[in-house]
């Protein structure tokens, strides 16, 4: 917390000024507001220039911090969103996922880019993930485990980086794809059975903990979810999970990241690094899952849609919708949305794997 006096309210007036404006964005753009709105609270609240006050509210903040660190937070959120997931695009369209999979080379790649930039090894990743299909959580959880005074930035760029996605998904689509290839129109999706829908999640589950086990706290909390919603027989829990809890955890973790958002932490050239790796991360990924597609169809009887491929990055269905209004912009008639929520599922999948990769390979010790 800033010190009492002019510097202290100066700052405190800058960081309330960015607050108002990352709520004013939530609410008018729809970005997230259960997340931001909260982390912009935080924001305000730990950027207090009124040191008497901290012993008021320190016990609340610290009992979030306390949640967050010790990785309560993220897991729960995934599970809450698996919960709520139909997986069965992705099941009905498995060449996304191989697509969607490709992703986490994407990652690594930026987080090479993170090093000669000078942020150190789980930091640099933790900053690709920023853009990662999970909306940040991933990253986020690693910051719980690893650098705990990266998680503000790592918030506000995931944040910044889903409002921004609409605005650099058509430029992107335009330069890296042919107005021929945006206009391939792809197969109805086809009828997907309940228990594949079943057999997809259990089996998530098992080969999660059996390729990635360092994943299970992530990717391995989604697919619980996705079992509950599955098996078919707590729907009442699995509601409950993707309602009311979900939201009420999502609205805590953006507490708990608002409350890290301290004025040295965001006005930093830290920040400017981990937006600028979020930003590459975003072309770099896009055009990595474009140029598959585009290689695939080369060999493929039924062509992909190139325009599904950045859908990876986005928290399914948005990222899935922007693909269907651009789609829609070069042919009126074409139907994209349940080719992209496919890939945008198995770009969620893609987030949190990389997470537990990560985790295996730059957190033992």
């Not at 990055?313 to 990222?319: E, I, K, R, S, T």
Request: aromatic share 6%.
């Amino acid at each position: 917390m800033p010190d009492a006096g002019i510097p202290g309210f100066a700052i405190w007036l800058v960081m309330t000024a960015l607050a108002l404006g990352i709520i004013y964005a939530a609410i008018a753009n729809r970005i997230h507001p259960g997340f931001l709105i909260p982390l912009a609270v935080g924001m305000i609240l730990v950027n207090m220039p009124a040191p008497g006050l901290k012993a008021e509210y320190a016990p609340f903040v610290d009992a979030l911090q306390y949640l967050w660190s010790h990785g309560i937070y993220p897991p729960l959120v995934l599970l809450c969103l698996g919960a709520g997931l139909d997986l069965s695009y992705l099941i009905a369209h498995p060449r996304q996922l191989v697509v969607g999979l490709l992703a986490p080379f994407g990652f690594m790649a930026v987080m090479l880019l993170g090093w000669l930039i000078d942020l150190p090894g789980m930091e640099a990743g933790i900053g690709s993930l920023a853009a990662g299909g999970d909306g940040g959580v991933s990253a986020i959880f690693l910051c719980g485990r690893f650098a705990q005074d990266l998680v503000g930035p790592v918030g506000l760029t995931a944040a910044l980086l889903a409002g921004l996605l609409p605005v650099l998904l058509p430029p992107l689509a335009q330069i890296f794809t042919t107005r021929q290839e945006r206009m391939i129109r792809m197969p109805p999706t086809r009828k997907v059975a309940k228990r594949e829908n079943l057999l997809f999640a259990a089996a998530g589950l098992v080969l999660t903990s059996l390729l990635v086990p360092a994943a299970m706290m992530l990717t391995g909390m989604l697919f619980l979810g996705n079992l509950l919603k599955e098996s078919g027989v707590v729907e009442r829990l699995a509601r409950t999970f993707t309602n009311r809890l979900g939201d009420i955890l999502v609205a805590l973790l953006g507490l708990a990241v608002g409350a890290r958002c301290q004025a040295a932490n965001i006005l930093s050239l830290t920040f400017l690094k981990v937006i600028f790796l979020g930003l590459v991360t975003v072309v770099l990924v896009s055009l990595l899952s474009i140029m598959a597609i585009k290689v695939a169809n080369l060999f493929c009887t039924q062509k992909i849609n190139p325009l599904v491929g950045p859908a990876v990055l986005g928290l399914p269905p948005h990222a899935a919708q922007l693909v269907q209004v651009e789609g829609r912009r070069e042919d009126p008639h074409n139907t994209l949305f349940p080719h992209a929520l496919a890939s945008s599922q198995a770009g969620l999948l893609a987030a949190t794997l990389t997470a537990g990769i990560l985790w295996s390979i730059l957190g033992v010790g």
